[in-house]
């Protein structure tokens, strides 16, 4: 129950595509979704998050759509760029006290030029 | 990396040696955490810390003990090093909700 199923484990696409990144929770008590960018050799750095009171979040170019009915939320990159390539990782927590973050397995994302 | 710092960056040890790790900060944030980055694992919460002297286990806790005796520092030790330790540690910080984490730490058992 306290996992976080993400998908793809890798994903291409084309300068200016959209990719989409999805993942899946059991626990109904986490109520806070942060998504990480990791370069590598790098720590993973805080992209956006999205609390369960709203369907959609936009910053820049990333939005989070979040479906708190099936327990899904996702992740699109618009006009995505060659250094967008990067691994992400979606999350999950509650936000009571310490930020217990469980993490999705990752999804290493190539944009090719 | 806001304001943390880890050290060492790098280590290779031996099976059955004690490591320690150290975490710091500079944000004076009240939450501190390990976690541990494997392939296919994601990350893993390992231990965290809800203030000084103030600390509790996370999913892989095992093998594992922290200690934090000032806001600033954080400290993981392998108290007998395996193999299976073999992995890169990352320490994370946070006030409300958001979360933020160091360059990381690569350990290498041998």
């Known amino acids: 129950q306290q996992q976080v199923k993400q998908s793809p484990q890798s994903l291409i696409v084309q300068k200016g595509g959209i990719p989409i990144i999805n993942c899946a929770y059991e626990n109904t008590a986490f109520d806070y979704f942060p998504w990480y960018q990791q370069f590598p050799g790098k720590g993973p750095a805080l992209l956006i998050a999205i609390r369960p009171d709203v369907s959609e979040k936009k910053e820049g170019r990333f939005t989070i759509s979040f479906n708190k009915s099936a327990k899904q939320f996702s992740l699109h990159i618009m006009d995505s760029q060659p250094g967008d390539s990067a691994t992400y990782f979606c999350a999950a927590s509650g936000i009571q006290g310490a930020q217990k973050l469980v993490f999705g397995q990752g999804t290493r994302l190539t944009i090719n030029p | 990396d806001a304001g943390i710092t880890q050290s060492p960056r790098h280590k290779v040890t031996e099976t059955g040696t004690p490591v320690t790790l150290r975490c710091h900060q500079t944000?004076?944030?009240?939450?501190m955490y390990w976690y541990r980055q494997d392939p296919g694992h994601g990350l893993r919460l390992i231990h965290y810390?809800?203030?000084?002297?103030?600390?509790d286990k996370g999913e892989v806790s095992d093998g594992y003990s922290v200690s934090r005796s000032k806001t600033e520092d954080f400290l993981l030790t392998l108290e007998s090093a395996t193999s299976s330790q073999t992995s890169v540690y990352f320490c994370?910080?946070?006030?409300?909700?958001?979360?933020?984490f160091g360059p990381g730490t690569r350990l290498t058992v041998t």
């Open positions: 994370a910080i946070s006030e409300v909700y958001e979360q933020y």
């Open positions: 944000e004076n944030h009240r939450y």
């Open positions: 810390s809800y203030g000084v002297k103030d600390t």
